[in-house]
């Protein structure tokens, strides 16, 4: 996998265009770099093939799909069933991240609902079901004020 140090300048401003705007053109990079749109697809390819970039998506707003409610859980587990737990955690639908940390607690997920009536039943009937699931600290995020990528 890449790090920082094989990143040029050229491959830096390609990902920083890329990160403000997913469906810029070759011929738009172009124009804004003073880079051929060749060379630009050329070094996209060997990102890609460096694991510099994972993939090419589209984030959607969650608050426009109905999500108004998100939350940030800190789960503790049990020794044994710590990697059964994660998989079963990974798996819930509303769950969108899942960490595994260091500290008090073993995981750091990021939950999304609709209201916080779901939130209560994805706790109650989906998380605190798991097994091996020993403790939870929830967190309702009221603003999310900064969120994105490492900076390039």
Do not use: C
């Amino acid at each position: 996998m890449g790090n920082k140090q094989d990143l040029d300048e050229i491959d830096s401003s390609i990902l920083r265009l890329l990160q403000k705007n997913s469906r810029m053109t070759f011929q738009e990079m172009s124009r804004l770099t003073g880079i051929s749109d060749a060379t630009i697809q050329f070094r996209l390819k060997r990102m890609k093939a460096r694991g510099v970039i994972d993939k090419f998506t589209v984030v959607a707003n969650p608050s426009a799909l109905g999500y108004a409610v998100m939350a940030v859980m800190l789960v503790q587990t049990d020794t044994d069933k710590h990697d059964d737990a994660k998989v079963a955690l990974a798996n819930i639908p509303e769950i969108t991240e899942v960490y595994s940390i260091l500290g008090e607690y073993d995981l750091l997920i990021k939950v999304w609902t609709r209201s916080l009536e779901e939130l209560n039943a994805v706790m109650n009937e989906k998380i605190r079901s798991i097994a091996g699931i020993e403790g939870l600290l929830e967190m309702v995020v009221m603003e999310r004020v900064k969120e994105e990528a490492p900076s390039i």
